[in-house]
């Protein structure tokens, strides 16, 4: 049974940080690709970063330069470092895994799509304050 189990939201003042890890349990973490979303109130969910079996990372836009996604294989934990936050970085965050290979690098433009993910957490909120 695939179980994703996000932790370290909370509440921060803009500019500050945050970590998020994702602890992963019932499949074989090191062969899935990656990926952390947020999803605000009355909005679609989006993809924020990824990062495949290998390594490679991909990152909206809206968080390059900003935040920071990483897997540690032998922990089977999947992290997000988040800094510089900024009020409309408020969300409800989620890890997600995809069996193989992300998609997003079959792409010229390699955006996240949550509809190519298969096993979903149930979330941690963050929220920013300005």
């Known amino acids: 049974q695939v179980q994703l189990v996000e932790s370290g939201g909370g509440s921060v003042q803009a500019g500050g940080s945050l970590r998020l890890s994702c602890a992963a349990s019932?499949?074989?973490?090191?062969?899935?690709?990656m990926g952390w979303f947020l999803q605000a109130p009355g909005k679609e969910r989006e993809g924020v970063a990824s990062i495949d079996t290998d390594g490679k990372t991909t990152y909206a836009d809206s968080v390059k330069g900003r935040f920071t996604i990483s897997r540690d294989n032998a922990k089977n934990t999947l992290y997000l470092q988040m800094n510089s936050l900024k009020p409309e970085d408020t969300a409800m965050y989620y890890c997600?895994?995809?069996?193989?290979?992300?998609?997003?690098?079959?792409?010229?433009?390699?955006?996240?799509?949550?509809?190519?993910?298969?096993?979903w957490g149930q979330g941690t909120q963050v929220t920013v304050s300005s």
């Open positions: 019932g499949y074989t973490y090191n062969s899935h690709c």
């Open positions: 997600a895994a995809r069996w193989g290979g992300c998609r997003w690098r079959l792409r010229k433009t390699p955006d996240i799509r949550p509809d190519e993910y298969n096993y």
